[in-house]
Every structure is written in C-alpha cells, then in structure tokens.
C-alpha cells in the first residue's frame, strides 16, 4: 500500500519566464533519486494546452457514445480505416495480422452488441481493447490525428510549452504576414517599427481574448507516470517505437491511456477528466488517505495568461525549440529563418 496521490495541484504564473522557471527539472520538486528506486528516468511527463479550461480527456471520447459497444466499435473503426489507408501509400506495410485483427475485433464487437443486456454485463462480453499488439499502431494513429482514447505526452515542459503557445503563433505569423510583410528584410531592425508592431500585435491578442475567439489563459499539465505500472493503476502509461516517426522522435512523445472500457462520464454527460478517474479508481483501498501537497501531487496544471504566450516561444528558441525542431521536415527548415525574424520583430532585444 502507498500513499494516496489524487489531489490536481494547480500553479498560476502571470510572467513567461516565471513560468518557464518553473519548469527547472533539476529542482526537488521534479526529481528522487532514481538510482534508489530503481527507475531509469524523471517520472513526470507534460502536455501542452491552448486553453487551460481544456481538460485531460482523449479525442475519442470528447463526444461519447452512450453505448459502450458503440464508442469501441467508433474507435476500432476510425483506426482500422487509417491503417487501411496508411498502408496502401505507405513504403513500409503495416503487418497483415495487425490489420486483420484490427477488423476482427469490429466484426465481434458489432456481433456482440446486445439488444437486452444490463450495463454490467456489457463491459463482461467486450473484448479486452486496447491489447498489447495494437498499442503501437493506435499510438501512430493518435500522432496523425485520428481520435482515440490515447492522450499525447511529452517529456519536454519546454515542448509541451511550444504546443500550449503554437495557437498564438499562428495567429500572429498571418498578422506579420498580412500587414508588415517586407518590413524587416533588412538586417538592422528599426526599433521603433519593432515596437509599434509589438503593441499592435498585443493589443490585437487581448482584442481576441475579450470577443472570446482566444482563451485568457494557455496551460501545461504535468502527470506523475510513477504510479501507473501498478496493475491497480487506472491510468496506463506507453511509450511506442521512435524509429519510424520522426515527429514522435523530436517531441520526446509518449502516451497515456486509460484501461477500462466503459465510459466515464460526469453529471453533465462528457466523460470525466483523467485526474478524477484516477481519483475514483485509486481509492478503492488501494492507497493511504494521506493529504496531497505539491510535492507529493500526481497532476499539476500549470497556467499562463495568453498575452505571454509569443514570450514564451521566444524564451524557448533560445534552448533550440521552435517549428523545425518540433517538425523536422525540409519544409519547416525552410521557414526556419522566417521564424527567426517573426521572433526578432515582435519583441526587443533581438534573438541572435
């Protein structure tokens, strides 16, 4: 038995270095001794957020089904689909078997669909889903956007920051490119262009943050994976196979999802966040009613104004994190030096 960890500890900050600070893994708050618990790495993983009132709930189950043969049969459906079509442009075949198991498992879902059966008999007859030969490939599936019941993650705070202010970005770049594109082709910026372009762009962000088309705030969340090769965890924590992707590979990503295959759903009928299922789950005499503090949290959620997101995109490039890193493709690397001058113009001093 181990203490209960439940509570989401949240942390405000109102500046993007503050903010970014806190993110320090070297401090205590971050780290034990690993040698000692004889773990191989930092078990806190990140996710980046555009609107911090977004909770930790995966894309597939955004909009839930009632029917909890219908929600597995969505999700099997949308990835055996990918697979199909991935397959046949793709260079390295997926292996037949996993495709046809893919298939098989629809097949026996929609067979088993009762027509009168009691709720509790329905999670009995479902197949186990996800087993352990399909979690890569729902994994793959997730990382090119079709909605599962995987949540990506990261090891990276910094990274994790990036995806939280990347909505910012692009809001910005099509203002610098719409209204000032050529202005700075010159090596020498003039400052007070560089100043008046800043002013204008934040007065156009808290413009759009007051008409509701932005949130107020962005977020990183932060999960404490140390508990979830427990098989009392309801949480599952994967990491899936680098080589073949290589956005995968430069996000640091990894994945959580979660184990049971009924749906969860709270009093206004969407499915619960993943920090009150562990909450619910873990309390089944599993762990010690011991109070959380920060130190001790399994989730942090961390909250930044929105104002402070292009700052935090700028503070980040200085650790190399920008679009090319994020996704390496030739194209990105194209941009990269456009990138570079967005940052320089929007805020003084320059990025060197």
Request: hydrophobic share 35%; charged share 25%; net charge negative.
């Amino acid at each position: 038995m181990f203490n209960k960890i439940h509570t989401l500890i949240e942390k405000e900050f109102s500046s993007a270095i503050d903010f970014l600070n806190y993110f320090n893994l070297l401090e205590d708050l971050w780290i034990e001794d690993v040698v000692a618990s004889n773990r191989p790495a930092m078990d806190w993983v990140f996710r980046g957020q555009s609107d911090s009132n977004y909770q930790l709930v995966p894309s597939s189950f955004r909009n839930p089904k009632d029917d909890p043969y219908d929600q597995i049969l969505s999700e099997l459906t949308n990835i055996h689909l990918f697979m199909q079509k991935a397959d046949e442009i793709s260079t390295s075949p997926f292996p037949f078997h996993i495709k046809d198991m893919l298939g098989q498992l629809r097949v026996n879902i929609f067979d088993l669909k009762p027509e009168n059966k009691s709720e509790e008999q329905i999670l009995i007859d479902i197949p186990n889903f996800p087993n352990t030969e399909v979690i890569e490939y729902i994994a793959l599936a997730q990382h090119y956007g079709i909605p599962t019941r995987f949540l990506d993650w990261t090891d990276s705070p910094f990274i994790a920051a990036f995806f939280a202010a990347e909505k910012v970005l692009n809001f910005i770049r099509d203002e610098y490119e719409l209204n000032l594109n050529g202005k700075y082709d010159d090596a020498n910026i003039n400052n007070s262009i560089a100043i008046e372009h800043h002013q204008t762009l934040d007065s156009l962000i808290t413009e759009r943050i007051s008409s509701g088309l932005f949130p107020d705030k962005i977020s990183v969340w932060a999960f404490n994976t140390k508990y979830t090769n427990s098989n009392r965890s309801p949480i599952a924590f994967v990491r899936t196979s680098l080589m073949d992707n290589l956005n995968l590979k430069a996000q640091s990503g990894c994945f959580t999802y979660y184990k049971k295959t009924d749906l969860r759903l709270n009093d206004q009928g969407s499915f619960k966040c993943m920090s009150e299922i562990w909450d619910e789950d873990s309390s089944e005499n599993t762990y010690s009613g011991n109070l959380c503090s920060e130190e001790t949290s399994m989730f942090r959620k961390i909250t930044l104004p929105t104002t402070e997101a292009f700052e935090v995109l700028r503070l980040i490039y200085r650790f190399g994190i920008e679009e090319a890193s994020i996704y390496p493709n030739l194209e990105n690397a194209a941009k990269s030096l456009k990138y570079k001058k967005l940052l320089r113009s929007y805020n003084l001093p320059s990025i060197d």
